[in-house]
């Protein structure tokens, strides 16, 4: 799920924003019929690269270590498993 900055308290999720909301706000900051990228924009995207790198590994290795391990398990205890897409 992915949620863009909330601007009103009536929001269904009704979290805090994370980094893929800080990460669409920059992309927004740029979005224009003549696109210009600033220096700020260029600094928040040095600093969200090695946090969307750490976050990638994190998901792969669910998806493809820890996931398969937890769908062992289940069907070894006969319960079924978790489909990976």
Known sequence: MIQRKSTAYDDVENFPNKFTAEYMFMVNQNESDIPRVNQPV????KEYTPIWEALKARGLDLKNNILPALNKQLWEAGVGAVWIK
């Open 42 to 45: 260029l600094d928040l995207l």
